[in-house]
Nanobody, 113 residues
Framework: QVQLVESGGGLVQPGGSLTLSCVAS????????IEWYRQAPGKQRVWVAK???????GYTDSVKGRFTISRDNAKNSVFLQMNSLKPEDTAVYYC???????WGQGTQVTVSS
């Protein structure tokens, strides 16, 4: 059974950077499209970025130019490089596999001085 495990969250000052990782265990990772979502306190979970099995990429407008999604199939991993972080980026970040409706447990990102 496939599982998704996120890591890399933490506390960072405004303008700082973090890289999140999502590691998949089991399954054919190279064939997976993976998405990142985030959920801020008291708000709905919202879509952030995606990368398909062929490497096609998409971002929500609020993170374009600041976040970069990538994958390393040899490591069964998808990464979210987050630069120029803002307080409004504070949220729990989740990776998601849509075809099986599979979520990771989430990793907390807090942007604060």
């Amino acid at each position: 059974q496939v599982q998704l495990v996120e890591s890399g969250g933490g506390l960072v000052q405004p303008g700082g950077s973090l890289t999140l990782s999502c590691v998949a265990s089991g399954g054919d990772f190279a064939a997976m499209s993976i998405e990142w979502y985030r959920q801020a306190p008291g708000k709905q979970r919202v879509w952030v970025a995606k990368i398909t099995s062929s490497g096609s990429i998409g971002y929500t407008d609020s993170v374009k130019g600041r976040f970069t999604i990538s994958r390393d199939n040899a490591k069964n991993s998808v990464f979210l490089q987050m630069n120029s972080l803002k307080p409004e980026d504070t949220a729990v970040y989740y990776c998601y596999r849509r075809t099986t409706d599979l979520w990771g447990q989430g990793t907390q990102v807090t942007v604060s001085s």
